[in-house]
């Protein structure tokens, strides 16, 4: 179509990742960020009788965190994010336990002294080399670095699995421009931007994180509206707060299937308009995947909420898979929304389009002319219809060509022309001046 218009979900209001408020569950994870706070503000007083400061300073975070998981205090979650996050980042706080990786503005490893108060803060330039940071990617573009210990590696998510975590991200000018309830998505499938899900399937369940992110696995070229400026490096502070177990497809609803599937093709239209098909494609397979899993693993037939929702996620995913050069993959969508529902709009379109590049004008020209009939008033159909019509008729004339080439009826070729240039023409005129030469000396001959 001269704009791909892509199907929407027919609830809005289901999407995954979405917003949750937080729960007494949260609680301790929230202490460890806490009491690093307390151990902050207590830096400049270390002659205070707060048991995080001894005489020899301030206590390790990591020892703090583990006390407070223990104590089971409550705290406030806005006031700790942006306390812990900012003045981790500024680098006006420095973890004994961690001396050989201070986060300090510059990356310079001398720079340990805490800015002035009231500095404006600057996310740290992360020292890559060290232990304490980890290259996910190996190429610089992921950095992360453990803030809070987890509850150990057998509470990390797998694949299919679905997370609940807290989000806040920073600038590099220190500007904070992502805070949120948590979000609830499945690690793998792409519902979130790359950083959150990469880093994810490292985390631990409870484990307070660092991310920094390049811009490819953060908010990309297009940034976001209002805060995130195109091509924006990002560190984020991530919080595993929960792990569930992957969705039990023998177990799950309809509506509850139908509710997952939504959110894959909302996820999938947001990518496609931001230009991302490859991503876009990977969400609408998604979703194409639960809804077969769950008809199968149930022995169901598919209902009409069912069918009408894989129409929608078919169709598509066709306009995506058209758009990486998948023309086999967008081509089985189509049947399977015309196996359904014959007089789609969309779906006669696309086939006819995606027929068309395959060389089957044929079923092409008959998909367009079907759609036409349908929606006379489309003009880019009836623009398309045409083109197809005449490359139809343009490939009959050549397949006419090559099978009179083939049984030797081909028209035969003009003759050359006489007047071209070569050695031909001169050797004719020497023969003729000869045969008058001979001519003229025979005659004298018998005269004489």
């Known amino acids: 179509m001269s704009g791909e218009v892509l199907d929407t979900p027919s609830n809005p ?19 460890c960020e806490t009491r690093a706070q307390q151990v902050i503000e207590t830096t400049s007083a270390p002659a205070s009788n707060d048991p995080a400061v001894t005489e020899k300073g301030p206590r390790p975070l990591a020892e703090l965190c583990q006390d407070q998981v223990k104590e089971g205090e409550e705290v406030q979650a806005s006031q700790l994010h942006d306390d812990l996050c900012s003045t981790l980042l500024n680098g006006s706080f420095s973890d004994p336990t961690l ?23 600057k996310p740290p330039e992360t020292d890559e080399s060290s232990s304490r940071w980890v290259d996910v990617l190996g190429n610089g573009q992921l950095m992360k670095k453990t803030i809070c210990a987890g509850e150990g590696p057998s509470s990390r998510p797998t694949p299919e699995c679905s997370v609940k975590m807290k989000v806040k991200g920073y600038l590099e000018s220190g500007k904070a421009v992502e805070y949120s309830h948590p979000y609830k998505f499945i690690v793998g499938d792409g519902d979130v931007i790359q950083a959150w899900d990469l880093a994810a399937s490292l985390m631990e369940r409870r484990e307070v994180a660092l991310v920094k992110a390049h811009p490819r696995l953060a908010y990309g070229e297009s940034g976001k509206q209002p805060d995130v400026p195109p091509n ?21 609803t309809e509506d509850d299937t139908l509710a997952h599937v939504n959110a894959k093709c909302s996820r999938g239209n947001d990518l496609f308009q931001k230009k991302d098909y490859e991503r876009a494609l990977n969400s609408y397979c998604k979703g194409r995947t639960m809804m077969e899993r769950y008809l199968s693993e149930q ?9 009408d929702m894989q129409i929608r996620c078919w169709n598509n995913l066709a306009a995506a898979a058209v758009k990486v050069g998948e023309d086999q993959e967008a081509l089985k969508a189509v049947q399977n929304v015309l196996k359904w529902d014959p007089n789609n709009i969309k779906a006669l379109f696309r086939c006819g389009k995606i027929t ?11 998909s367009l002319q079907k759609a036409a009939d349908l929606s006379p008033d489309e003009k880019f159909i009836q623009t398309e219809l045409q083109s197809v019509i005449k490359k139809r008729s343009k490939s009959i004339e050549d397949e006419k060509a090559l ?3 083939m049984i030797g009826t081909a028209k035969p070729e003009k003759p050359q022309s006489p007047s071209h240039k070569g050695p031909i023409p001169y050797l004719a005129v020497a023969a003729s001046v000869a045969a008058v030469g001979i001519g003229i000396a025979y005659y004298f001959f018998q005269r004489h």
């Open 299 to 307: 022995h169901l037939e598919a209902s009409k909420a069912i069918k």
């Open 99 to 121: 001396s050989d990786t201070t986060i300090h503005p510059g990356g310079s490893d001398s720079a340990k002294e805490s800015q002035p108060e009231g500095s404006a803060g």
């Open 232 to 252: 924006a490096t990002v560190t984020f502070e991530l919080q595993l707060l929960e792990v569930y177990d992957p969705i039990d497809y023998s177990m799950a």
């Open 403 to 405: 099978y009179r080439r």
């Open 356 to 366: 068309a590049s395959m060389g089957d004008y044929a079923t092409a020209v008959e």
């Open 13 to 31: 209001n289901v999407d995954t990742p979405h917003a949750e408020p937080p729960t007494n569950d949260e609680q301790s994870q929230r202490m």
